[in-house]
């Protein structure tokens, strides 16, 4: 099931007391305060991890509790540190904090972590308060409490290259050609119902993450169809690889339909928009998709790679021109918009 929304209450663990304790021990005349401090609280940690691509982990479980430390005790000793809880979460997950529509973390790379509830102080026991003048102290401080909040967590998947396009234009078909990914596949519109992530290998070792997002249709900025609630997930691709069909089902033009998505991604954002793109005619098994092509190339007045995910026509072609665009892009772009 992929999640890509999810609240979460998450809470530190309190501190321990401090003990209030004096020594007695025989052969030990006037034996001092030796309470000891409280242990810190566990905190609580969000961690962005590789090989995850969904929040559904979190879906059934929205409560997220660190233990709490352990009281001190006599004989100066420190009650036991709580234990941390770390949460695994997809890179690319934003981390907002609920009731202030804040964002706190942005965990775009494996490994970062972030602290979204602290864990309590322990109090200190009375041999702290022990002082030239007051050698016998009989107080001691209670722990404080764990840092507790709601936090909303939004999934912005993260990929070099994003498939966008019209439902039926073979976004699917291409994806699980050019990667070991398998979604589902069928002659109806609307088959993808949620993003699919591949990697797609070339010679030499190099790879690229390629995300096969639901279909877009005219209105999808206003929740029209599938599309708008996923269109966020193309913010964090460097690349938007427009698929075209290029022979339409009925009187669609090529060109039109482009236009269309067009419109869609600058109404959704700008920015978005203004990413680097290349357009890619799927289909060209098909017979007069020679023409369909010469044409499209004509009306759009750029260039257009002409593949046929089906039979595997021109795939390594694409792959390579995919690549070097890549590579003539800085390491950072792609954050969001």
């Known amino acids: ?13 309190d501190g321990g007391h401090g003990c209030v304790s004096f020594r007695r021990e025989r052969f030990v005349p006037r034996g001092g305060p030796d309470g000891g401090d ?3 609280g566990g905190s609580v940690y969000l961690e962005a991890v590789d090989g995850l691509d969904t929040l559904s982990d979190m879906a059934g479980r929205h409560h997220w509790r660190a233990r709490g430390g352990g009281h001190g ?4 000793m420190t009650g036991k540190k709580g234990k941390d809880v770390v949460i ?12 202030l529509s804040l964002l706190l973390q942005d965990l775009k790379k494996a490994g970062h972590r972030i602290c979204v509830a602290q864990g309590g102080q322990g109090g200190k026991g009375n041999a702290a308060f022990a002082t030239a003048t007051e050698q016998t102290p009989r107080i001691a401080q209670p722990g404080t409490e764990g840092r507790q909040r709601w936090l909303k967590l939004e999934l912005k998947l993260i990929a070099d290259l994003g498939l966008v396009g019209m439902p039926n234009a073979g976004k699917s078909t291409l994806l699980s050609r050019l ?3 398998r979604p589902k596949i069928a002659a109806y519109a ?3 119902l949620n993003p699919q992530l591949g990697i797609v290998e070339l010679s030499d070792y190099r790879r690229m993450v390629m995300a096969d997002l639901p279909g877009l249709i005219e209105g999808a900025h206003r929740g029209l169809g599938l599309g708008e609630a996923f269109l966020r997930h193309i913010e964090r691709t460097r690349i938007i690889v427009h698929l075209l069909d290029i022979c339409p089902a009925g009187e669609a033009d090529p060109a039109e339909n482009y236009r269309t998505i067009r419109r869609e991604l600058t109404a959704y954002s700008p920015k978005l928009a203004a990413k680097p793109e290349m357009i890619v005619a799927n289909k060209m098994d098909l017979t007069g998709s020679d023409q369909a092509l010469a044409k499209l190339r004509d009306d759009l007045k750029t260039e257009v790679i002409g593949i046929s995910a089906v039979v595997g026509t021109n795939l390594k072609q694409l792959t390579e021109a995919l690549w070097t665009k890549l590579a003539q892009l800085p390491d ?6």
Request: glycine share 16%; charged share 25%.
């Open 1 to 13: 099931m992929f999640v890509d929304e999810v609240e979460i209450f998450v809470q530190g663990g």
């Open 38 to 40: 409280g242990g810190n």
């Open 73 to 76: 005790k006599g004989k100066n």
């Open 88 to 99: 695994r979460v997809p890179t690319g997950t934003l981390i907002y904090d609920r009731d």
């Open 179 to 181: 990667s070991a990914a």
């Open 190 to 192: 609307f088959t993808t």
């Open 332 to 337: 950072e772009d792609m954050g969001d918009t």
